[in-house]
């Protein structure tokens, strides 16, 4: 049986993560479309349009001053490509991605949600997939 829940959506490998940061903290992440990246990449300083994934009216311009890449190619159809990090440098990592964020993302009693967006692409393509393969109720 497929899931019902409109906010538990599978992204294809086809989508590119970024951080994007305001006020020395992580302000959210932006999923966008790999096809996209190329020519409409996030820069530091240049306004973009931020939607949420489901709910239409949410929708904001937000100008970030500082753009993190999430994902970073190591394996290419079997071959390393990158060099490995070791173990340190990940750990290091990790702790400063924790310590980049607000406090009320990280606390431990009834935490703020981080906040996802999607670019206008992803937005519109996500859309016509969902309602693409929505079940359609017949009437009589």
């Given amino acids: 049986m497929a899931c019902r829940v409109v906010s538990r959506v599978s992204f294809t490998s086809a989508i590119s993560a970024t951080r994007v940061f305001g006020g020395g903290v992580a302000r959210f992440d932006q999923f ?39 994902h970073h190619l190591f ?13 340190d440098t990940l750990r290091q990592r990790a ?20 906040k996802v967006s999607v670019t206008e692409e992803l937005y519109s393509r996500l859309h016509r997939l969902w309602l693409t393969n929505a079940p359609v109720t017949e009437l009589s």
């Fill in 32 to 70: 966008s479309d790999k096809v996209c990246a190329g020519g409409c990449a996030l820069q530091p300083g240049k306004r973009i349009l931020c939607r949420h994934p489901f709910i239409e009216s949410k929708r904001a311009y937000v100008v970030p001053a500082k753009i993190e890449k999430l």
């Fill in 75 to 87: 394996w290419d159809r079997g071959v390393v490509c990158r060099a490995l990090p070791d173990l």
């Fill in 95 to 114: 702790r400063a991605s924790v310590l980049c964020q607000r406090p009320d993302h990280i606390r431990a009693l009834n935490p703020t949600p981080y």
